[in-house]
């Protein structure tokens, strides 16, 4: 373990425990916390009393007061978790150590100098199209009704915005679209109860109410669903490349055109996968992989919080090479990424929060010894 890291641990530590500490720089003390969960000698060297200091601040609600502060609006997912151990772990949901396979060497780990320019997280915004062509921009509207359409009316809350049935057995039907610009997220609940989460830079095109012998809409980019149950009317999500077909259940599709695959991964129920030339029925655990020859790869014991982590608020990989990790950081911070020189081969591992700065990320992944540039919006990546 880098001896600087340690140093910062301790100097951020003093400095909390004296009340001089500012809100970013508590924030970083967490992330520590959880970085040395792992390292007795190095938690050792709290004394009792701080520990106690310490955990009475985090039950008086010290982190969720730094949120508000920093970031004005309550974070999207964040919340607080105590590890039942000899010793308190701070592990903010998401604040989480992102760390390299292979521990660096001291000569590798990049000096970390503060940005000079910042860019802040995504948040939730999203554009709903309706029937008419007019365009609704959700994160600027207010709270209740904000269209009655074809056998709906549509309401938003906050984040969330639904579609409520106005009248029985009504045969109309319109199609809206949800598109969710990089650096967005946004949830919906369609006509049939069934409960979508949009990733950035993702649209979702479907009906203002389910009339017909099915259920369908047309996804790009990642969502998550959680489909409402009707064995006589199955629910269809139709991308590009593919179709899923379901009864009730809970699954992700990650779909975006820069990816390499097309990724269906199962949480609950059973769900057909299929193109015109090929098939795939997959189970709870399991995820189907569509190749780009046309055919299914079936994977088996995944890490499921790895898969919807986005909408947890986390950003999570496993084994996944820096351009996977950029390609998520570029979307949700709405930014441009320009690679420079070799590319390493290394693969990381870990999590941390999408509600913080793009700097603490990056401050997080130089330890691996890559270099960051950030320029206006552009961020280069320099091995």
Do not use: C
Request: proline share 4%; glycine share 6%; aromatic share 8%.
């Amino acid at each position: 373990m880098s001896s600087q890291l340690i140093k910062e641990f301790l100097e951020l530590k003093k400095k909390f425990l004296n009340g001089t500490a500012t809100p970013a720089e508590i924030q970083l003390l967490e992330q520590y916390y959880d970085l040395f969960a792992d390292e007795p000698d190095i938690i050792d060297q709290l004394t009792k009393p701080e520990i106690e200091i310490l955990e009475s601040r985090l039950k008086e609600g010290i982190a969720n007061r730094i949120s508000l502060q920093e970031n004005k609006t309550v974070p999207f997912y964040r919340g607080p978790l105590m590890r039942a151990a000899a010793i308190l772990v701070f592990a903010l949901a998401g604040i989480l150590f992102f760390y390299h396979r292979h521990n660096p060497q001291p000569g590798q780990i990049a000096q970390n100098k503060p940005a000079k320019v910042d860019i802040a997280p995504g948040g939730n915004k999203a554009i709903l199209t309706l029937a008419n062509g007019s365009k609704l921009v959700l994160n600027n509207a207010k709270n209740g009704d904000l269209s009655t359409q074809a056998g709906a009316r549509v309401v938003k809350q906050d984040s969330l915005i639904s579609y409520k049935a106005v009248a029985a057995n009504s045969t109309e039907v319109s199609y809206n679209t949800i598109t969710i610009p990089n650096g967005g997220q946004y949830q919906l609940i369609l006509a049939d109860g069934t409960k979508v989460w949009l990733n950035a830079a993702s649209s979702l095109r479907f009906p203002t109410a389910f009339t017909g012998k099915d259920r369908t809409v047309e996804l790009t980019g990642e969502a998550y669903f959680e489909v409402a149950k009707n064995k006589d009317k199955p629910f269809n999500v139709k991308t590009a490349w593919q179709t899923v077909q379901v009864l009730g259940t809970h699954f992700n599709i990650n779909a975006y055109s820069n990816e390499t695959n097309v990724k269906t991964t199962l949480l609950e129920g059973s769900v057909k996968v299929y193109t015109a030339r090929s098939s795939m029925m997959i189970s709870p655990g399991q995820q189907s992989v569509l190749q780009s020859n046309g055919t299914f790869e079936l994977k088996r014991d995944l890490d499921m919080d790895e898969v919807v982590a986005w909408k947890n608020g986390v950003f999570q990989f496993n084994e996944a090479d820096i351009q996977t990790v950029m390609r998520q950081i570029a979307r949700w911070y709405d930014i441009d990424v320009e690679f420079k020189g070799k590319l390493p081969a290394d693969l990381y591992r870990g999590k941390i929060s999408r509600n913080v700065n793009v700097s603490q990320v990056l401050k997080i992944l130089e330890l691996s010894g890559i270099n960051f540039t950030i320029e206006g919006r552009k961020i280069i990546v320099r091995s």
